[in-house]
């Protein structure tokens, strides 16, 4: 969910002196002279350096003299890259059935695939600036039939005409209280929309409350708020209409004006000020968050999963900086002057880009990006980030995906986000219980550490929900334009946790997704006993608390690829 919360902070903290000063890092800088620990310290031990990377150095170590058996696949589903980057061209998956001349050389209806391919792409080669979020395109796509639909006490009303009338119920109640409930809490212009329904019900108790004072007490005149509220209030605290809520706002707005006159606050609430101000605010809103280009760039109908000839084969988008860090942690070659220690040097970028700018990747996307990546022989799939709400159908196309992906062999790592929710109490999508059968065995959540061994004091958490922590604060990898630069984020732990996945399937590449995610969950660094003050949000209120490192995952740890590496030998043997 929500892309607001940044998905990669791509910030370069340069010592210079005493003072930080941001700007790239270049080949031959002052911060590539410095020793490991300091730049690309995923690689290293704590035993060792005293950093809590995850030993990708003494994997190495411990794997010489060993045949590498396999160039694993790693599918990097999100944003693009630049994949002539010096550190990674040599890395870049190269469909082997298609061939880069305006044809679909291998039938798999992308024309031109050779190294990846866009899907939010058009044919004329134009590509989505930004998505929409969920909940935008959910109230999209429900507007007309609920948008205008009030529920006030145990009757329906609408004001598709400004005018509160009633209404018959709508046929699909469970979809109508999802609309309310769930999209109202995600979409933006689902709340601005209902801002101006509220103003006609506001209106509409006004006008009666009017009508009731004035009724008792005919020849009065000069009402007061504390007249209508005697008058007007709910006669029992289980009165179920908005009679109550409006009496409060009432109330509220008279203490803060300062003003106990019942005309007055009545206008205030009938003004057309007051109303055009809602309509407005709704305008900007679809200004802003309605349209994000799909149907004129891409065309295709995303709520349809069988509609899938679509998209085009431009990897190098506006966000590609963010998917070349990632793919820069995950593979390339080491010990090379001047660049970051990648940790799985065999390994193959595939990359499916489903993410642009703000918003949150469209589900039809992801599910045929997955599919993709498993039909087209990855070993490893790197999602996007968690989030908050799945519509049931397309949350469906997504754990078929992820189903097919577990029965192929892939294993599928997806980055929790940085909101410090407990997961126990929020759900969060894709999860492994998602489709309410067996859980999926090839799911890994993965949330980021610092050097320290500490996690995100933001971090999503969950003693089941999050599998395991890994390096992902001021880590240095390649980015676009063949420069190096730090990155902090969840898709960087999420890089580092796949490279130790590919390297394992480098040397053992019998080995399933499911046992690798089982390897990986039982050679951790333990963290076990650490007690750590973290962030959390519950309700809509920041709190700071202290809990037990086996509290926050299920593993209770950091990833540690020489003690991974270690138990796919025995286990292979």
């Known amino acids: 969910m929500k892309k607001y919360f940044t998905i990669l902070m791509m910030s370069v903290l340069v010592a210079i002196g005493s003072a930080a000063k941001a700007q790239l890092v270049k080949q031959n800088s002052k911060v590539e002279e410095q020793k490991q620990s300091n730049r690309d310290w995923y690689n290293c031990s704590f035993e ?93 796509r429900l507007k007309d ?60 108790y006004m006008g009666l409350f009017d009508r009731e004072v004035r009724a008792v007490s005919l020849k009065k005149t000069g009402f007061t708020v504390e007249d209508v ?35 007055r606050n009545r206008d205030a609430f009938l003004s057309e000020t007051y109303l055009a101000d809602q309509k407005k605010k709704y305008e900007q809103a679809v200004a802003r968050y309605g349209n994000d280009g799909r149907q004129a760039i891409v065309g295709d109908n995303y709520l349809d999963i ?10 190098l988008i506006a966000d590609a900086a963010i998917g070349t860090m990632i793919a820069g942690v995950i593979a390339g070659q080491r010990d090379v002057e001047g660049r970051n220690n990648p940790i799985a040097e065999q390994a193959r970028i595939m990359t499916l880009v489903v993410e642009a700018g703000a918003g949150e990747p469209y589900l039809k996307d992801m599910a045929l990006a997955i599919r993709y990546a498993v039909e ?85 958490f969950g003693a089941k929900e999050l599998d395991i922590y890994a390096p992902g604060i001021k880590v240095l990898s390649a980015c676009t334009g063949d420069v190096y630069q730090y990155g902090n984020g969840v898709p960087m732990a999420s890089a580092t946790v796949a490279g130790v996945a590919a390297l394992i399937k480098t040397y053992y590449p019998k080995l399933t997704g499911s046992q690798i995610r089982d390897i990986l969950l039982q050679t951790v660094t333990s963290r076990k006993g650490v007690e750590l003050e973290k962030n959390v949000t519950r309700g809509g209120k920041n709190a700071v608390d202290l809990y037990l490192f086996e509290q926050l995952c299920l593993s209770g740890g950091i990833v540690n690829a020489l003690e991974a590496v270690k138990a796919a030998d025995k286990l292979s043997k």
């Open 306 to 315: 069988n509609d899938r000839a679509y998209g085009n084969n431009v990897l």
């Open 48 to 140: 060792k350096d005293g950093v809590y990377g995850v030993g990708v150095n003494e994997a190495y170590e411990f794997l010489k003299g060993k045949k590498a058996k396999a160039k694993p696949i790693v599918a990097l589903i999100g944003t693009g890259i630049d994949t002539e980057h010096e550190a990674l061209k040599a890395n870049i998956w190269k469909n082997p059935k298609e061939k880069a001349d305006g044809k679909d050389n291998d039938k798999n209806g992308y024309v031109d695939d050779v190294n990846g391919w866009n899907f939010i792409g058009g044919k004329d080669g134009q590509v989505m600036l930004s998505v929409n979020r969920e909940g935008e395109r959910e109230f999209l």
């Open 229 to 263: 509220v005697k008058m007007c209030s709910p006669k029992t605290a289980e009165d179920p209409t908005s009679r109550g809520i409006m009496i409060a706002a009432l109330q509220m707005r008279a203490h803060m004006m300062k003003n106990d006159e019942w005309e």
């Open 376 to 460: 087209h022989g990855a070993s490893v799939v790197v999602l996007p980030q968690q989030n908050s709400l799945y519509p049931e159908v397309q949350k469906q196309w997504i754990s078929e995906a992820i189903r097919y992906a577990e029965q192929k062999g892939v294993l599928v790592i997806v980055p929790v986000h940085e909101m410090s929710r407990d997961m126990s109490e929020e759900t969060f999508f894709p999860n492994r219980w998602m489709d309410g059968g067996k859980e999926l065995t090839n799911l890994m959540t993965v949330g980021m550490s610092d050097k320290e061994g500490m996690p995100s004091t933001n971090s999503n």
């Open 145 to 204: 039939k609920y948008g205008d639909i009030m529920k006030d006490g145990g009757k329906f009303y609408t004001f598709a005409n400004g005018k509160r009338e009633e209404c018959a119920a709508p046929e699909n109640m469970e979809e109508y209280n999802y609309f309310n409930s769930v999209v109202r809490e995600e979409s933006r212009l689902l709340q601005a929309y209902g801002a101006i329904n509220s103003v006609y019900n506001s209106r509409y």
